[in-house]
Nanobody, 116 residues
Framework: QVQLVESGGGLVQPGGSLRLSCAAS??????????MGWYRQAPGKQRELVAT???????NYADSVKGRFTISRDNTKNTVFLQMNSLKPEDTAVYYC????????WGQGTQVTVSS
């Protein structure tokens, strides 16, 4: 079972930026062969997909974050990132990373709050 640990959340003003990280335990080889995703869940709402990145770096984004968020990965460090720019209050949520295969693990989440 892969363990995923997110970090980098916090409070930011509208228009600001944050960079989330998700570190995975275990084999670098195993980490590198699976796609990874970022999801978010706002209070009272269902968890939704934010972005995914394949094993070879192909990316996919929710329409609501296209042009503002960038997902990337460093397979040498078993880490996936989410760079979030031009943040809006509606981006406020708990953000989770997910392994899109293998053990389908979830992290514990990191809170992002966008507010003035």
């Amino acid at each position: 079972q892969v363990q995923l640990v997110e970090s980098g959340g916090g409070l930011v003003q509208p228009g600001g930026s944050l960079r989330l990280s998700c570190a995975a335990s275990g084999s670098r080889v195993i980490f590198s062969i699976y796609a990874m995703g970022w999801y978010r869940q706002a209070p009272g709402k269902q968890r939704e997909l934010v972005a995914t990145i394949s094993s070879i770096g192909s990316t996919n984004y929710a329409d609501s974050v296209k042009g503002r968020f960038t997902i990337s990965r460093d397979n040498t460090k078993n880490t996936v990132f989410l760079q979030m720019n031009s943040l809006k209050p509606e981006d406020t949520a708990v953000y989770y990373c997910h392994q899109e295969g293998g053990s389908y693990s979830w992290g514990q989440g990191t809170q992002v709050t966008v507010s003035s």
